[in-house]
DNA sequence: CGCTTTTGACCTGCGC
DNA sequence: GCGCAGGTCAAAAGCG
C-alpha cells in the first residue's frame, strides 16, 4: 500500500494561529487545501490589504510591505520544501521497512514448506531481532512499537484451531516512569497467574488470563520495554468469546474500539492491524479532568509477522494529528512559523 | 470469607 | 540426554 493515500489527509490549518492580525485587514494566512502528497503545496494567501486611497504619500510604504510579504512567501515556501523533504524521507524510510518486513515475510514462509521450523522460539527470536534492528529507524518521535501476529505462519499448515489460538496482539503503553505496576487497564478483567523475569529483559514479565468469563482462552503478558521502561508491552494472545465489561471503559484488546482522548479509533490489531502506542503520561489539554485516556497513537511499521493497513478513516485522521502534532513540536517548524508571525505583527505594528 | 496476588516449583519444548 | 528458558500451576499471603 502506498502511503499517499493516508497522507491525503494530512492538511494542516495554521490560520488560527494569525487570528490576531484580522483586526487591521494586514492578514498573512498560511493553508493548506491540498493533499499532502502532492509536495505539501503550503501556498501564502495574501488578503486583501487595505489601503487609504486619500494617502497617496504612503504608497512608497505599501510597495516595501509588498516586498516584504514575498519576502516571506519565499521563505514560507523555502520551509514548505524541507518540509516536504523530511515527509519524503520519512515515507521512503517506512517503505523501505515495509518491503523489508515482506521479505522477512516471503523467507519465514518458505522456511515454513522446507522444514516446518514454525517453533515458537524462532518467531519470537526473529520478532526480537526485528525490533531491534527497527531501533534504529526511529522516526517521528519516540512512539515506535511493532504488532504481530503468527497468522500468516499458522495458515499453512497448523490446524485452524491452533491457528485463533495463537493470534498474538501487541500494545504498547506509555505510563510513568516511576510508575512500577504490571497492570494495563484495557476494560477487562484479567488475573494473574504467574510473573516470570525473562532472559533478555531484567523487568519482570506478568501473566494474565482473561478472568471475566471463564471459558474466555485469552492470555496476556505484560512486560515493560527494555529500550524505554516507561513503555508497558502487552502481548495479547487469543480473541474474547465475549463482550467487553464495560462499554465505557476503553478496551485495548484483539478486535475492540477504544477511545484515544476525543478521538475514537477501531483497531482491529489482532489480525491485521498496525501496531498502537498510546501515550497515559500527557493528558490531553482540553480533555476532561476525569480523562486519563492516552493522547497520542502513533502507528508505524514495524511488524515482523503480518502486512500492515492504514486503510481506515478513524487511523488516517489519527495520523494526520500525529503528523500535525509531530510537526508543531518540531522546533525548526515552530521556529519558523513564529518568525512569519511575528514578522507580519511587527509589519502591521508600524502602521 | 472469597477473591486476587505473589512466588517457588514444576512442566514443556528447544538447542546443543 | 541434558541444560536452559519460557510458561503454568498451586499453595500461601494479602486485602477488602
Known sequence: MDYSTWLSSASLDLSRSNDHNHGN??????????????GLKTAIKVETIQTNSNEVDRQPLIKDEAGVLMEELKKANEENRRLTEMLTVVCENYNDLKRQL???????????????VTKKRKIENSINSNNNNNSSNKIMGSNIVESSSSDEEDSC????????????????????????????????????????????????????????????????K?????????????????????APPSQQEPALGPNRS???????????????????????????PSTTKNDTTPKTLSSNNVSSAQLLKFDSPEFQKLLAEQMAS??????????????????????????
Open 25 to 38: 485587514g494586514n492578514t498573512l494566512r498560511l493553508f493548506d487545501d491540498s493533499p499532502v502528497r502532492d
Open 102 to 116: 515482506k521479505d522477512y515475510m516471503t523467507k519465514a514462509a518458505s522456511n515454513e514448506l522446507v522444514g516446518n
Open 157 to 220: 499448515e497448523k490446524p485452524k484451531e491452533e491457528a485463533v489460538k495463537a493470534k498474538i496482539t501487541r500494545v504498547a503503553v506509555r505510563t510513568e516512569a516511576s510508575d512500577s505496576t504490571l497492570i494495563l487497564k484495557d476494560g477487562y478483567q484479567w488475573r494473574k497467574y504467574g510473573q516470570k523475569v525473562t532472559r533478555d529483559n531484567p523487568c519482570p514479565r506478568a501473566y494474565f488470563k482473561c478472568s471475566f468469563a471463564p471459558s474466555c482462552p485469552v492470555k496476556k
Open 222 to 242: 505484560v512486560q515493560r520495554s527494555l529500550e524505554d521502561q516507561s513503555m508497558l508491552v502487552a502481548i495479547y494472545e487469543g480473541e474474547h468469546n465475549h
Open 258 to 284: 477504544f477511545n484515544l482522548g476525543s478521538v475514537a479509533c477501531n483497531a482491529t490489531l489482532a489480525s491485521s492491524g498496525p501496531t498502537v502506542t498510546l501515550d497515559l503520561t500527557k493528558p490531553k
Open 326 to 351: 509531530s510537526l508543531t513540536k518540531d522546533p525548526n517548524f515552530t521556529a519558523a512559523l513564529a518568525a512569519a508571525i511575528s514578522g507580519r505583527s511587527a509589519q502591521t505594528s508600524t502602521d
